[in-house]
């Protein structure tokens, strides 16, 4: 049975950091995956073109049960780190909006990085092989795969969460965390689009493809991005942030969307007092005018602005600002970018990584529960509890 100082179990994102960063070090690392393809959710995010990181990032940009837990990782491996790595690659990249990096390029480039790094480290590789099951014998623990056994005194477990099923996903690293006994926060999917009741639908199901430009607030998330109509209900950036906000909060809470950020609505419909005009004329100067038309209809306001009361005026203002809409669901693991629970981050070491309690068992990236925003932040905590990992393993 070949022994190893390390195996390491997923070869994305964070499997690729942990065993380049451990290898490099001079551990011998084997890096496993069931998956015949190495670093999909890679290739396909950003477009095909990878939003790596935020230069933003801060712990503040994550969700956990255990909030504190993301802090000390983030804080020794930065998004200048991974910049500074990609920009030793050679790889071009630019700044969109609020901080997100993206590859000129494509996403594969990131990719092949992290295989250089895994070759510069002397990684092994067994890919695709299927695992068969984990034990510990004593100080080391044994792998049981198709290809053959194999051990070692630590096992970092990068396998991720359920998003995507089709290139790979699976709950491998809930039930190697609960045969160790550790907890599990109920996985969902996140940074996904909702779904609403056949009311809301039939009210606003032909709208798909209008997007607007709003604040989306839900459980002390707040986003001000485009939120979009769909044939299921809404999507869009803000739509996407707010619904890991929405999932956290046990689906209970409605989602508070303010249609005019940074107007002040009362004022200007007062102004507007005396026209005979109709207030979805009014208000398609600033929304479109098919979402204005359906919304005024919905609430009523179908009456000349001139023969509104005091009252109806500070019902729509309130309306306008705080326009409240209760999903029904999500569109599931297939259209959600990430997961949000995972393993139980309070029987974790947040330096290290390492399970309390297993000597040599870790777990990283997606896998736990640290849910990053919208526009990188998952890539860079995949990097840094990576670099955490195999800094120690």
């Given at each position: 049975?070949?022994a190893?100082?390390?195996?390491?179990?997923?070869?994305?994102?964070?499997?690729?950091?942990?065993?380049?960063?451990?290898?490099?070090?001079?551990?011998?690392?084997?890096?496993?995956?069931?998956?015949?393809k190495?670093?999909?959710?890679?290739r396909i995010?950003?477009?095909?073109?990878?939003?790596?990181?935020?230069?933003?990032?801060?712990w503040?940009?994550?969700?956990?049960?255990?909030?504190?837990?993301c802090?000390?990782?983030?804080?020794?491996?930065?998004p200048?780190?991974?910049?500074?790595?990609?920009?030793?690659?050679?790889?071009a990249?630019?700044?969109?909006?609020?901080?997100?990096?993206?590859c000129?390029?494509?996403?594969?480039q990131?990719?092949?990085?992290?295989?250089?790094?895994?070759?510069a480290?002397?990684?092994?590789?067994?890919?695709?092989?299927?695992?068969?099951?984990?034990?510990?014998?004593?100080d080391?623990?044994?792998?049981d795969?198709?290809?053959?056994?194999?051990?070692?005194?630590?096992?970092?477990?990068?396998?991720?969460?359920?998003?995507?099923?089709?290139?790979?996903?699976?709950?491998?690293?809930y039930?190697?965390?609960?045969?160790?006994?550790?907890?599990?926060?109920?996985?969902?999917?996140?940074?996904?689009?909702?779904?609403?009741?056949p009311?809301?639908?039939?009210?606003?199901?032909?709208?798909?493809?209008?997007?607007?430009?709003?604040?989306?607030?839900?459980a002390?998330?707040?986003?001000?991005?485009?939120?979009?109509?769909?044939?299921?209900?809404?999507?869009?950036p803000?739509?996407?942030?707010?619904?890991?906000?929405?999932?956290?909060?046990?689906?209970k809470?409605?989602?508070?969307?303010?249609l005019?950020?940074g107007?002040?609505?009362?004022?200007?419909?007062?102004?507007?007092?005396?026209?005979?005009?109709?207030?979805?004329?009014?208000?398609?100067?600033?929304?479109?005018?098919?979402?204005?038309?359906?919304?005024?209809?919905?609430?009523?306001?179908?009456?000349?602005l001139?023969?509104l009361?005091?009252?109806?005026?500070?019902?729509?203002a309130?309306?306008?600002?705080?326009?409240?809409?209760?999903?029904?669901?999500?569109?599931?693991?297939?259209?959600?970018?990430?997961?949000?629970?995972?393993?139980?981050?309070?029987?974790?070491?947040?330096?290290?990584?390492?399970?309390?309690?297993?000597?040599?068992?870790?777990?990283?990236?997606?896998?736990?529960?640290?849910?990053?925003?919208l526009g990188?932040?998952?890539?860079?905590?995949?990097?840094?509890?990576?670099f955490a990992?195999?800094?120690?393993?």
């Open positions: 049975m070949p190893f100082d390390a195996i390491v179990i997923g070869a994305g994102a964070a499997g690729m950091m942990c065993a380049a960063t451990a290898g490099q070090r001079g551990r011998r690392i084997l890096l496993v995956d069931h998956y015949a190495v670093g999909e959710k890679i995010s950003g477009g095909g073109r990878c939003n790596f990181t935020n230069v933003h990032a801060t503040r940009d994550y969700l956990s049960h255990n909030p504190d837990f802090r000390s990782a983030l804080a020794r491996y930065t200048r780190d991974f910049i500074s790595l990609v920009e030793r690659h050679g790889i990249w630019h700044e969109k909006t609020l901080g997100q990096l993206f000129d390029g494509s996403s594969t990131i990719i092949e990085m992290l295989r250089k790094e895994c070759a480290g002397g990684v092994e590789w067994w890919q695709p092989v299927e695992v068969r099951g984990l034990r510990k014998t004593g080391d623990f044994e792998l795969t198709a290809r053959g056994a194999a051990r070692a005194p630590a096992v970092i477990i990068a396998t991720g969460g359920l998003t995507v099923p089709k290139i790979g996903a699976t709950p491998f690293a039930r190697i965390a609960e045969q160790f006994g550790l907890g599990i926060v109920p996985p969902k999917p996140a940074l996904v689009p909702l779904s609403f009741e009311e809301f639908l039939a009210r606003y199901g032909d709208l798909a493809g209008v997007s607007i430009d709003a604040q989306v607030s839900c002390g998330g707040r986003f001000r991005e485009n939120l979009l109509f769909t044939h299921r209900g809404l999507s869009g803000a739509i996407l942030q707010a619904s890991s906000y929405w999932q956290q909060a046990g689906c809470e409605p989602l508070h969307v303010d005019l950020p107007v002040d609505v009362r004022a200007w419909l007062a102004a507007e007092r005396r026209s005979r005009a109709l207030p979805a004329t009014l208000l398609a100067e600033r929304l479109p005018k098919r979402f204005a038309q359906h919304w005024c209809a919905a609430h009523g306001f179908d009456r000349a001139a023969e009361s005091d009252r109806m005026l500070d019902d729509a309130r309306e306008l600002t705080d326009w409240r809409v209760q999903p029904s669901g999500t569109l599931g693991y297939n259209k959600a970018e990430v997961t949000i629970g995972g393993v139980d981050t309070r029987g974790l070491s947040s330096k290290t990584m390492e399970a309390a309690g297993v000597k040599g068992l870790y777990f990283i990236g997606e896998a736990v529960d640290v849910t990053g925003h990188g932040f998952n890539f860079q905590w995949a990097w840094a509890s990576a990992a195999g800094s120690a393993a």
